[in-house]
C-alpha cells in the first residue's frame, strides 16, 4: 500500500507538507528528503508516515533521498516541540538543526600511494621517500618533509609511477573518550555532590540538578565525573555541554582532554563550515560521544543523549534573541525529558527561575559552598564616587588607581571590568547637541577609536567617524560621551606605562583561538592590566590575579528591564569573582554612584541568599517570573499608519482568558530599528496558563500585511 509522507521544509512555513512515497522508497520518519515545491527542489526532512487509504488529492512525490544522515526520532520530536513553545513555524527550529548538514564539505586532499613498481635508478632519497610511504598515506609536501628529501624526489617517483597520487575525502577521528581515567582531587563539599551527580548519570533516565557553587568552588570538575558516569554505564552514551560563550569554550574543551584523554567535538558559529560538518555527522552516527559548543548545540542530531550541562546556566547569552527566539537553558530541560537524559544546570548565582524550581523539590539542589584548594572568596569593597570620584574626564577613582599601583608593584595582576565596548557609547555635537544614531535606527553609534569607526551595536553599520558634524556641518564639534573598554585601557595606559596592558571584547577577540592566545597570555602572567568586558568576567582561572576593579556598576541597572537587579547581581558576582582564584588572597573595588542599592549592598556582603529572598518577594507581589509567566509580540512595519491600525486590531483580537493581562500596544524603546516602526505588547500570565496555546491562538486570530512582521518571544529577556 503506497504512503503519504510528511515533510518539514527548514523555511518559515506554519506546517509540514504531504507527499507521496515513490514506490520502492522505504521512508522512514528522520530521513532527508528533496522535495518539489513550485518549480524548485527543496531540502527536507519527513517527520510522519500514513496509509495513503482513502485519501483522494493528488500529491506530488518525493523526488527521492538525500545523502546525509536520518535525524533520531527525539530530534525529530524535539524540533517540532520547540517550534509549538515558542510559538514560531516548525521550519525554523528545523533549519537550525541541518545547519551541520548542509554545511560546506571539505576538499578532498592528495595523498601519495606506492604502487609496487620498482623506480629504474634507485637512489639513497629514493629509498628514504618509499620507505615513509609505505608507513602512512601522506600528502606530497609532508611526504618530502617526513623522507628529509625535496619535493622534486618525490615528484620524479610519481613522474615514473613509482607512487600514485589520488584524493581522499578528509577526515576528522573523534577518539573515544575514556571514562576510567582518574579526575582532578576533591575537596569533601565537591566529592558529595560529584557522588549524588554520578549516581543520577549512571543510573539513567531524565532529572534535573542545580548545581549550586560559589565562583572558583570547582564546578567544572563536579559535572565531568557526571559526564564519566554516564559515558561508562552505556558505550553509546552521549553528553553535551552548552557554554554561553565561545571565548569559554577552548578552556572547558582542554578541560575535557584532559579528564577523558580524548578532545570533543566543538560546536560554535566559530568553527569553520567543513569541520561543522564532519561534527554533525559524526553526532549522527553516534561516534563523536561528547560535544562542547553554543546555545544551538542544543539541536544537533544526538543517537543517544544522556547528560546535557547547561554551564553558568543563568547568563543571558542563551537566550536567542533574532531569528528562532529560544531559551537554550529552558530548552535544554525540554530535550532532557525528550531524550529521557539527565540534565545539569550549573552557575555560582542561578537564575530565579532555576532556584525556585530548586526549593520547590523540582530540581535536586546540591551546594558548594567553599573555594577548591586554600582559595578564598575576594574581599569585596565599595567605592562611592560620590565621596571620591575621579578626576575629570577620567574614570577611575583614587581608591581603585592606588589599589592597582599596589598591585602592579606586587607583580600581581588586575582586572578593570566594564561591560560596554568600544572607545565612548555616544557622540555628541557640542554645536548642535545632535547625537549621532544609525540610519533608519534609534540606537546610537558607539565610538571605536582603534579602528577610527563610528559603529551601531544593534544593526551592524558603521562608519568612519567624521571631521564635521553630518547635521549641522560644524568642524572638529564631535564629542565622545562615556566610557568604553577602549577609553579605560587608554587611562591605564597612562596612568601605568610600564604595565603590559591587553582588552578583552568580542571587538578585539574575532575568533576562539585569538581568545585562547589571549587567556592562556593572562593565565601566563604576560598581562599585567586586563581591561574586559562580560566576555572575561565568567569561567576563567587566572592564578595571578588578584585585584577586579568593576569601573561601571550602576550600568545595567539602568532601564525598564524587570531582571534588571538580579542581571547586575549576576554579573557583578562573576566578575569579582575572577580576584583570588589560588593561594594569593583577592579583593575586588566596585566603583557606584549609589551605593545603597540592594544590589550593591548584597555584593559587598557576599549575601547572595538575602538579595535573592528580597528579589523573590517583590516578583510574587507582581505575578512575575519565576511566580508568573510572560510572553512579548514585537510587531514592525514599515508604513506608521498602517503599522498603528494593524495593532489596534490586533489589541481587539486578543482572546479573553482568565490569569491572563495584556498591556500594550506601545511604541517600543527602540521605535525604528533598520527603517522598521517597532510596537510591543507584553503578556502577563499565571503558572497555570499555557502561555503557548495562548500567544498561539492570538496569532491566528489575526493576519498582517504582507509588510508587517509579528514576532513573539515567550519568557523575554529584552524589553527593547
Known amino acids: 500500500m503506497s504512503r503519504i509522507a510528511s515533510v518539514l521544509l527548514p523555511m518559515p512555513l506554519p506546517e509540514a507538507f504531504d507527499y507521496a512515497e515513490p514506490e520502492g522508497l522505504e521512508l522512514e520518519v528522520g530521513d532527508q528528503v528533496a522535495a518539489p515545491l513550485g518549480p524548485r527542489l527543496l531540502h527536507g526532512v519527513v517527520v510522519a508516515l500514513r496509509d495513503a487509504a482513502g485519501g483522494n488529492r493528488p500529491l506530488k512525490a518525493i523526488e527521492g533521498r538525500l545523502e546525509g544522515a536520518r535525524l533520531p526520532p527525539g530530534t525529530v520530536e524535539f524540533v517540532q516541540w520547540a517550534a509549538r513553545y515558542s510559538v514560531d513555524w516548525p521550519g525554523q527550529p528545523l533549519a537550525i538543526a541541518l545547519r551541520g548538514a548542509r554545511a560546506q564539505k571539505a576538499r578532498p586532499v592528495k595523498v601519495v600511494e606506492v604502487t609496487g613498481v620498482g623506480p629504474a635508478r634507485p637512489t639513497p632519497a629514493r629509498a628514504k621517500v618509499l620507505a615513509a610511504a609505505r608507513g602512512a598515506a601522506l600528502a606530497p609536501a609532508d611526504l618530502a618533509r617526513a623522507a628529509g628529501v625535496g619535493a622534486g624526489v618525490v615528484k620524479g617517483l610519481v613522474d615514473e609511477g613509482v607512487l600514485a597520487v589520488r584524493l581522499v575525502e578528509a577526515e576528522t577521528a573523534f577518539p573515544p573518550p575514556d571514562p576510567a581515567r582518574p579526575g582532578a582531587a576533591m575537596n569533601p563539599s565537591q566529592a558529595a555532590a560529584a557522588a549524588e551527580l554520578r549516581t543520577m548519570a549512571a543510573a539513567g533516565g531524565y532529572g534535573v540538578a542545580l548545581l549550586d557553587g560559589v565562583t572558583g568552588s570547582g564546578k567544572t570538575e563536579v559535572y565531568l565525573e557526571a559526564a564519566a558516569a554516564a559515558l561508562a554505564a552505556d558505550p553509546d552514551a552521549q553528553v553535551l555541554v552548552l557554554l554561553p560563550e565561545i571565548a569559554l569554550t577552548q578552556a572547558v574543551i582542554g578541560r575535557v582532554a584532559d579528564r577523558f584523554g580524548a578532545a570533543p567535538g566543538e560546536w560554535h558559529s566559530d568553527v569553520a563550515p567543513p569541520l561543522r560538518r564532519r561534527v554533525w555527522e559524526a553526532v549522527a552516527a553516534g561516534s563523536c560521544r561528547i560535544v562542547v559548543g553554543a546555545r544551538s548545540a542544543l539541536f544537533l542530531p544526538f543517537r543517544k543523549l544522556a547528560l546535557i550541562v547547561v554551564d553558568e546556566e543563568h547568563d543571558a547569552s542563551f537566550k536567542q534573541e533574532e531569528g ?43 551546594r558548594l559552598e567553599a573555594r577548591h584548594g586554600a582559595a578564598r572568596l575576594p574581599d569585596i569593597g565599595l567605592v562611592d564616587l560620590r565621596e571620591t570620584p575621579p578626576d575629570t574626564g577620567r574614570w577611575l577613582s583614587p581608591p581603585l588607581v592606588q589599589a592597582m599601583a599596589e598591585t602592579f608593584a606586587r607583580g600581581e595582576q588586575t582586572l578593570l571590568f566594564l561591560n560596554r565596548r568600544g572607545y565612548a557609547p555616544l557622540v555628541l555635537c557640542k554645536a548642535c547637541g545632535e547625537r549621532l544614531c544609525a540610519p533608519d535606527t534609534d540606537s546610537w553609534l558607539v565610538e571605536h577609536r582603534y579602528s577610527g569607526r563610528l559603529v551601531c551595536h544593534l544593526t551592524g553599520f558603521s562608519m568612519p567617524k567624521p571631521k564635521a558634524c553630518p547635521h549641522c556641518g560644524a568642524a572638529d564639534s564631535l564629542v565622545s560621551i562615556g566610557p568604553g573598554v577602549e577609553r579605560v585601557e587608554e587611562e591605564a595606559r597612562a596612568l601605568f606605562p610600564q604595565a603590559r596592558l591587553a582588552v578583552f571584547s568580542s571587538d578585539t577577540i574575532f575568533d576562539a583561538r585569538e581568545g585562547k592566545r589571549l587567556i592562556e597570555a593572562m593565565a601566563a602572567g604576560e ?11 565568567k569561567g576563567h582561572n587566572f592564578p595571578n590575579l588578584t585585584l577586579v576593579g568593576v569601573v561601571d556598576a550602576d550600568l545595567g541597572l539602568r532601564g525598564a528591564d524587570l531582571r534588571a537587579a538580579e542581571r547586575t547581581f549576576q554579573l557583578l558576582a562573576q566578575a569579582t569573582g575572577r580576584a583570588g582564584r589560588a593561594d594569593k588572597p583577592g579583593r575586588a573595588l566596585v566603583q557606584t554612584w549609589a551605593p545603597e542599592h540592594a544590589v550593591m549592598q548584597a555584593l559587598a556582603a557576599q549575601d547572595r541568599d538575602a538579595f535573592v529572598a528580597a528579589e523573590m518577594a517583590e516578583r510574587e507581589l507582581a505575578g512575575l517570573p519565576p511566580f508568573g509567566r510572560l510572553a512579548a509580540a514585537v510587531v514592525s512595519g514599515l508604513d506608521p499608519a498602517q503599522l498603528e491600525a494593524f495593532v489596534q486590531a490586533m489589541a481587539a483580537a486578543a482572546p479573553n ?31 497555570t496558563v499555557d502561555l503557548s496555546a495562548y500567544m498561539a491562538a492570538w496569532r491566528a486570530r489575526v493576519k498582517p500585511p504582507a509588510s508587517v512582521r509579528v514576532a513573539i518571544d515567550i519568557d523575554p529577556y529584552s524589553f527593547l
Open 527 to 537: 598581562i599585567d592590566i586586563l581591561v574586559a568586558t562580560q566576555a572575561a568576567a
Open 324 to 366: 528562532f527566539i529560544y531559551h537554550a537553558r529552558d530548552l535544554a530541560v525540554a530535550r532532557g525529558k525528550i531524550e529521557d537524559a539527565a540534565v545539569i544546570l550549573a552557575s555560582a548565582t542561578p537564575s530565579l527561575e532555576t532556584l525556585r524550581n530548586a526549593e520547590q523539590g523540582r530540581y535536586a539542589w546540591l
Open 657 to 687: 482568558s482568565d490569569g491572563v493581562e495584556v498591556y500594550g500596544p506601545a511604541d517600543a524603546p527602540l521605535s525604528l530599528v533598520r527603517g522598521r516602526r517597532r510596537k510591543r505588547f507584553l503578556v502577563r500570565a499565571d503558572r
